[in-house]
């Protein structure tokens, strides 16, 4: 039996309209957002941003931002923010060249131990925050000065006075893990289209786009993964239950303190997958790598349709949040604007994103 | 009369050299409800965070199901079936009523990597215990926010049953509801009650108590003034025991005998 007819009708509650139902999905305003600025380029930019080669241009750095930007959604779903994101890609990305470069480490051994450093962070963060009260967003500030200047500081140390560790694609060259975290995926695929003639291809009939980049497909797995998990499973209750009331969750036996510390090592361990994936594919590695990520990362939640109260917000959302956002960034290229409108473009997107959250929350509520 | 669920025998409670409880005798029994009266400062508070396990008593003794226990913490009263609606409630008003009502307990199917939330069996779940309750909600995903006080005070209610409460202790649910909203708290207490779960009932609104209570237990300054079973007393002289009898008195002629 379906849980529709268990209800008996009640008079006095009006059936809902679908576009109620609809305004009720968090992630209405990216998906929203995303046919509006897809509308505004169709209009404006040159036919070559929709090619296939346009599509893998926009959606590479968004699939870069939005592997912080689902972690950070998650985070603010459980009621918290890190600011230390964008240092951490720096620093994870610096430890992860101490690991290859200067250990020369297998990418196996590597790329846990980065993640591991990185998680420990993480929950060093979302100690001090659980265990002084203060807001996350004051000690995670300081941990985006601390990280930032750890890079800067051990890169010099590192690589005797630099701030650049080059190197990385050579140490990592042939190892079996690599083709997971750098390059195109499908290359076979690609190459097999392009001979029958479905995409394009040069003259020399390679194809003009050999793959899909590794980090888009990592960006739709940790998507579809993140959604799962909140929005099926236990785990992802009580990270609605903990950013929507603490003490009511904790009163009902959810471990709070359990889901804010693994959010925090989430978000760490997902810049730190960001720096690995960037850091191979520039083989290279410098102390400005994922400066000013933190903030782009917390507007692709808010565009996704996150709270910055907590509890309320999706992952898919903050997909669709940075698909907008490397569609923003690249498409400018492609018209006659100057590229600066791009900042412009964003700061308006994320006031409109939070007025437009708000009225959806009261909606939800039913706050008057 | 029936065995007691749980019987606190002469509980003392001090906070450093205050007083909190000085020797209060209380107990329920299955489908019963037990009213503890008190005004503001009697020791309500402390004492059914004694019993729900937030404090430790300083001396007496708890029988639960005739059988000397302590709880260290209020989970394994939960445990033990002892449930608390707080005036808070508990409640996140952004999240559905079906996850509010698993929250912390949440339903599964598959194991291992496949375990996951029974999504199907919690609405329908929920659905069929708010209707038992007398409420019809519209649909399961419904905000605990849309609902009214009274309706959330009876989710919270709902809820505490469904996992098995054999005791379940309402602080002044009806302190902050208007008249309709009140009535809707009390005949589901009526409800619980009939399933055969001991309510402790708090309140300072003698109305409100002599319309569901069994039994009335009045606290004043940490102590009990006495139990007195329905019929036996009047809503006049509860209220004076609960004001500590003397300056109510005095209050009443000037009053009019409203309160």
């Given at each position: 039996m379906s849980a529709e007819n268990l209800s008996q009708q009640d008079e006095r509650i009006r059936a809902e309209s679908l576009a109620t139902k609809l305004m009720k999905k968090p992630e209405l305003g990216a998906i929203g957002g995303v046919v509006l600025v897809t509308l505004f380029f169709l209009a404006t930019a040159d036919s070559a941003m929709f090619t296939l080669s346009g599509i893998m241009n926009f959606m590479t750095p968004a699939a870069q931002l939005g592997i912080l930007g689902i972690a950070a959604a998650m985070l603010m779903i459980g009621g918290e923010f890190d600011l230390s994101i964008g240092s951490m890609v720096a620093f994870a990305g610096m430890v992860f060249g101490v690991f290859t470069v200067n250990l020369g480490l297998p990418l196996i051994f590597a790329i846990p131990l980065t993640m591991a450093f990185a998680a420990l962070i993480g929950a060093l963060n979302g100690a001090i925050v659980l265990r002084t009260g203060l807001p996350s967003f004051i000690v995670t500030l300081a941990g985006l000065f601390i990280l930032r200047g750890a890079s800067l500081v051990g890169l010099k140390l590192f690589t005797g006075g630099s701030t650049q560790l080059r190197g990385v694609r050579d140490a990592v060259e042939?190892?079996?893990?690599?083709p997971l975290f750098s390059g195109d995926a499908f290359t076979g695929l690609f190459g097999w289209l392009a001979s029958i003639g479905v995409i394009d291809s040069f003259k020399s009939g390679a194809p003009k786009v050999p793959g899909i980049p590794v980090e888009i497909l990592w960006f739709v797995v940790i998507a579809l993964v993140a959604t799962y998990i909140l929005v099926r499973t236990p785990v992802g209750n009580w990270v609605f239950a903990t950013g929507g009331d603490t003490n009511a969750a904790k009163n009902s036996g959810v471990p709070v303190r359990g889901v804010k510390i693994s959010l925090f090592m989430l978000t760490a361990c997902a810049a730190s997958l960001v720096a690995i994936i960037t850091v191979i594919d520039a083989g290279s590695t410098d102390a400005r790598r994922g400066f000013m990520k933190e903030f782009e990362a917390i507007i692709t939640a808010v565009i996704g349709g996150c709270l910055l109260t907590g509890g309320y917000g999706s992952a898919i959302g903050a997909f669709f949040g940075a698909i907008i956002f490397g569609m923003v960034t690249i498409g400018l290229t492609y018209t006659d604007f100057d590229q600066d409108w791009f900042q412009i473009f964003l700061g308006g997107m994320l006031l409109l994103a939070v007025v437009f959250n708000n009225v959806i929350r009261k909606r939800v509520t039913g706050e008057r | 009369m029936t065995r007691p669920i749980i019987h606190m025998e002469s509980i003392k409670k001090h906070f450093g050299n205050v007083i909190a409880l000085n020797g209060v005798t209380f107990d329920v029994t299955p489908g019963e409800c037990h009213c503890l009266l008190g005004d503001n400062g009697a020791g309500k508070s402390t004492f059914i965070k004694t019993m729900s396990g937030v404090h430790k008593p300083t001396a007496g003794e708890i029988f639960f199901e005739g059988k000397p226990l302590s709880f260290d913490s209020p989970r394994e009263a939960m445990e033990a079936g002892i449930a608390t609606v707080f005036q808070d409630l508990a409640m996140i008003p952004l999240m559905s009523v079906t996850r509010n009502f698993f929250m912390g307990r949440e339903p599964t199917k598959g194991r291992g990597l496949t375990k996951r939330l029974d999504i199907d069996r919690a609405n329908e779940i929920t659905m069929e215990e708010m209707r038992k309750m007398g409420i019809n909600l519209r649909a399961p995903d419904q905000a605990v926010g849309t609902l009214s006080g009274g309706e959330r005070q009876t989710v919270a209610i709902a809820r505490a049953v469904y996992f098995g409460a054999k005791v379940l202790i309402l602080d002044e649910p009806t302190s902050a509801l208007g008249v309709r909203q009140t009535s809707n708290v009390l005949s589901t207490i009526a409800r619980v009650r009939e399933q055969g779960v001991g309510v402790v009932f708090i309140s300072h609104n003698v109305r409100h108590a002599m319309a569901v209570g069994d039994r009335f237990t009045v606290l004043n300054r940490g102590q009990t003034l006495g139990t007195a079973v329905k019929g036996e007393i009047t809503s006049a002289e509860l209220q004076d025991l609960m004001a500590g009898g003397q300056e109510l008195a005095q209050l009443e002629g000037s009053l009019g005998g409203t309160i």
């Open positions: 042939g190892d079996f893990l690599a | -």
